[in-house]
């Protein structure tokens, strides 16, 4: 079992960066491909991006290319999103997931979930 939690997001304007973390507990996360997805009011949740064991291959979904940054210390067990020149379309709540397929971009690959932390981008 991995238990995984969020933190970082919160209330900024346009053009504003934030960092996103996920802590995990229970179970190392150097042995978990790992992810960030989002869901906005009222739509799917959405693949925001992915990377491998050792943080040496990264994915992302086109909307964030240039603008997000993934990344894992596995020695302390957690992954990063570093968001910066956000958006108003990236207003969502921001969870961070664990699988066992490799830069995954499809909910059903993740079998572990945070709760979400909210991200808003004010124009």
């Known amino acids: 079992q991995v238990q995984l939690v969020e933190s970082g997001g919160g209330l900024v304007q346009a053009g504003g960066s934030l960092r996103l973390s996920c802590a995990a507990s229970?179970?190392?996360?150097?042995?978990?491909?790992m992810g960030w997805f989002r869901q906005a009011p009222g739509k799917e949740r959405e693949f925001v991006a992915a990377?491998?064991?050792?943080?040496?291959?990264?994915n992302y979904a086109d909307s964030v290319k240039g603008r997000f940054t993934i990344s894992r210390d596995n020695a302390n067990n957690t992954l990063h999103l570093q968001i910066n020149n956000l958006k108003p379309e990236d207003t969502a709540v921001y969870y961070c997931?664990?699988?066992?397929?490799?830069?995954?971009?499809?909910?059903?690959?993740?079998?572990?979930w945070g709760q979400g932390t909210q991200v808003t981008v004010s124009s």
């Open positions: 229970g179970r190392t996360l150097s042995t978990y491909f």
């Open positions: 990377i491998t064991w050792s943080g040496g291959v990264t």
């Open positions: 997931a664990a699988g066992r397929t490799s830069l995954a971009t499809k909910a059903y690959n993740y079998g572990y």
